[in-house]
């Protein structure tokens, strides 16, 4: 790969919450994960482990969604990964 679209990436990736809306407009609140736990987890049935102790990676995690579902489910090993570091932040909130 070139090096040219890796520089690119990093600069969408770096900002990317910032650059599509402002933060304070896009962060999630306790209700609206909860609200997309509550519709995933009907999605995601049979899906999950039956041990809550395994490990579980979400690459690109976005804001976390999908790591509060399997949190709120009781999984205790897990890891986000996401590009952008401004999406890191709100998955950590």
């Known amino acids: 790969m070139n090096t040219s679209k890796l520089d690119y990436r990093q600069r969408i990736y770096k900002n990317y919450v910032s650059q599509q809306a402002k933060l304070g407009e896009t962060a999630l609140t306790a209700r609206d994960y909860q609200l997309w736990a509550a519709s995933a987890q009907f999605r ?13 990676l979400d690459m690109c995690c976005d804001p976390g969604n999908f790591l509060y579902l399997l949190q709120q ?7 986000g990964v996401d590009l952008s570091p401004e999406q890191v932040q709100l998955a950590i909130q």
């Open 44 to 56: 995601f049935k049979g899906w999950l482990p039956a041990d809550s102790s395994a490990l579980i």
């Open 73 to 79: 489910l009781g999984y205790t090993t897990l890891t």
